[in-house]
């Protein structure tokens, strides 16, 4: 009986000091953190092809009577983009991509769809254009959506308040979502692109993901910032980071990290995410 007792004193000891099993569930998957990566590049892809047409639309003087603001940014539109079919009535311009024979690229993007620009105000102490898009493409997204912009002259930002369906023509996957974006130039200027800080969020036959955006750096013709960092919350209840660094001229790698594990991921121009090691 004394054996049996000390034995099985020593086994209580052993099994008390031992931690607990670790959690497997728990930690982050590569195929988990592919798939944020397709995401999060799904979603910059769609706000570089509003930010870049928002951009084409702020070519007018201020301080002036909004419908000389509209015919402004009709003259400058034509201008850019000879494809385009540009109506103007008051202070809505209504751009049809494609309608006319000539180019329809700017900044890196070849456009085809409907682009709707109302003047709300272009006095000097308030600057705002609403926009709204129908089937607005170019070629690897598309987008159905409305925003309203506005300027804050002396900080040199704009604010971006959107919503909009968005949609991969690769292979049709289709998402909502909104977005509360502050928006500024990069030490380039307009031709390298802006930096973004703010929230995006969108829905999926998943769930929702929910994206917070720290002073990323993304140029017009990059499907994800070249530096900056994201926080991803995900459906299945993950809080992800992203960094961002550039490798080459056509990618960029982008390091997913959640708990204890982190992934590198190769994204190129075209949107194409492959493992990065």
Same mark, same amino acid.
């Given at each position: %009986? ?15 000091? #031992? ?12 195929? $988990?953190?592919?798939?944020? *990566? &397709? ?12 930010? *870049? ?12 009577? =909004? ?5 402004? =940014? ?5 201008? +850019?983009?000879? #494809? ?11 751009? +049809? ?6 180019? #329809? ?86 031709? $390298?692109?802006? +930096? ?9 036959? &998943? ?10 750096? %993304? ?6 910032? +070249? ?14 980071? %992203? ?5 080459? $001229? ?5 390091? *997913? ?21």
């Amino acid at each position: %009986m004394r054996n049996t007792i000390g034995s099985g004193l020593l086994l209580a000891i052993v099994l008390g000091g #031992c931690p607990p099993p670790k959690d497997d569930t728990k930690r982050l998957t590569w195929a $988990e953190a592919q798939e944020a *990566v &397709k995401e999060a590049a799904l979603a910059s892809q769609a706000e570089n092809l509003t930010s *870049v047409t928002v951009e084409i639309s702020t070519s007018f003087t201020i301080g002036q009577a =909004v419908e000389n603001a509209a015919a402004e =940014v009709r003259a400058f539109i034509e201008s +850019q983009l000879p #494809c385009a079919e540009v109506g103007l009535d008051g202070a809505t311009l209504t751009v +049809q991509y494609g309608a006319k024979a000539g180019s #329809c690229t700017y900044r890196g993007h070849t456009f085809s769809g409907t682009h709707s620009i109302t003047i709300a105000s272009a006095g000097g102490g308030q600057l705002e254009v609403q926009h709204t898009w129908t089937g607005l493409s170019n070629g690897r997204v598309t987008l159905d959506g409305t925003a309203a912009v506005t300027w804050d002259l002396q900080a040199k930002t704009r604010r971006v308040v959107h919503t909009a369906d968005w949609k991969r023509v690769a292979d049709g996957y289709a998402v909502t979502g909104s977005g509360d974006r502050t928006q500024s130039l990069l030490e380039g200027g307009l031709a $390298e692109g802006i +930096q973004v800080d703010g929230a995006r969020s969108w829905e999926t036959p &998943k769930g929702n993901w929910d994206l917070a955006i720290d002073g990323v750096q %993304m140029r017009w013709v990059d499907p994800v910032p +070249q530096a900056g960092s994201y926080t991803l919350a995900t459906p299945r209840g993950r809080n992800l980071s %992203m960094s961002f660094e550039r490798l080459d $001229e056509d990618t960029i790698t982008v390091t *997913v990290s959640g708990g204890s594990n982190s992934f590198d991921f190769n994204v190129t121009k075209i949107g194409a995410v492959s493992s990065g090691g």
